[in-house]
């Protein structure tokens, strides 16, 4: 017999994972899979199951002036058709499996399932995204790259609730994003990447990439990027400037083979997808 607990605040919730071998149930999509492990915070066999589509709490969104707050509850179909949410972010839940899915999965789940190949945390690395965390010890906030610590390992411990998103408004004028899959819906990537970039007065005034499934986890490297800010537009119109750009990310990415796709293919494509991005960005 499953013991099933369907709280309906996050305080409630947070009591009965304080018993430490209680597994978290969002939208079941990852969980519902076979060969996945129940509960990606603790090892062995759960004792209950908590579900946590009851929270009202975890379904909630807002924003003010400088940032949105996204609830963890909340589906990949609720936040796909709230324009408050930022486009980049839509774009990248419509690649998402297909309608049926997202209607269950919830923002949480894609975080926490923490896999390489998971849509939408690219899109969170370069938006510079926090993560919140409940227990019963209260709340801790992490950026997003240091939550994720692997493929399928995050900085959850069995009493912890993902709970809410903060995700900064930042404006860009412009924006690159592609996911390479088998066909367009129900394939989960073989490479995404990521641009945004700022031009003011010919100048890159901002301009950051990540790149998915190309490694453990997401490559965002800040130190690449800042080579970038500053120069003129026109700088990437040499040719060789913008080799050096790809170089310093080939020694950035290490793709696995897996059943869907070789290393090889994933180095190659990632690159020529950031040529792209690049070239497209030259022309201003
Ligand atoms: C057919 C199919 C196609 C898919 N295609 C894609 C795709 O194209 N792109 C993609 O990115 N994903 C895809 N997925 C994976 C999945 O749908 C997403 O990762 C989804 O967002 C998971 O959310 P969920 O609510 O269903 O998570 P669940 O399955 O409920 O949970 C996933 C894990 O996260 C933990 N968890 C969930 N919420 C919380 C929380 N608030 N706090 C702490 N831990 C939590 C759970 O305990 C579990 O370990 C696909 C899945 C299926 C079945």
């Known amino acids: 017999m499953v013991i099933a607990y369907r709280p309906e605040t996050t305080a409630q919730a947070v009591e009965y994972l304080a018993r430490g071998d209680v597994a978290i149930f969002a939208g079941g999509t990852d969980i519902m899979v076979g060969d996945k492990p129940v509960c990606r915070s603790f090892k062995g066999e759960p004792s209950a199951m908590l579900f946590i589509d009851a929270i009202d709490e975890l379904k909630t969104l807002s924003d003010n002036s400088k940032t949105i707050t996204v609830g963890a509850g909340l589906s990949l179909t609720e936040l796909e058709n709230d324009h408050r949410v930022p486009k980049l972010l839509r774009d990248s ?8 899915v997202r209607n269950c999965a919830t923002m949480g789940g894609n975080v926490c399932n923490a896999s390489p190949a998971a849509d939408t945390l690219p899109i969170l690395y370069l938006l510079d995204t926090q993560v919140v965390v409940s227990s019963v010890n209260g709340k801790i906030t992490f950026p997003i790259e240091q939550f994720i610590k692997g493929p399928g390992i995050t900085q959850l411990t069995s009493s912890d609730l993902l709970t809410q998103l903060v995700i900064p408004k930042t404006e860009f004028s412009h924006t690159f994003y592609r996911k390479v899959g088998t066909r367009c819906a129900n394939a989960l990537t073989k490479v995404s990447i990521v641009g945004a970039a700022n031009i003011q007065n010919g100048l890159l005034s901002d301009w950051r990439v990540a790149f998915g499934a190309v490694g453990p986890t997401v490559v965002r490297d800040q130190q690449i990027e800042s080579l970038l800010i500053g120069k003129p537009v026109a700088w ?16 950035k990415i290490s793709p696995l083979s897996d059943q869907r ?24």
């Open 93 to 100: 839940i419509l690649q998402v499996a297909a309608p049926g």
């Open 236 to 251: 990437l119109k040499q040719h060789h400037n913008i080799q050096s750009i790809i170089e310093a990310y080939k020694a």
């Open 261 to 284: 796709s070789t290393a090889t293919y994933r180095l190659r494509t990632s690159l020529k997808l950031l040529e792209k991005w690049l070239t497209e960005l030259s022309d201003g």
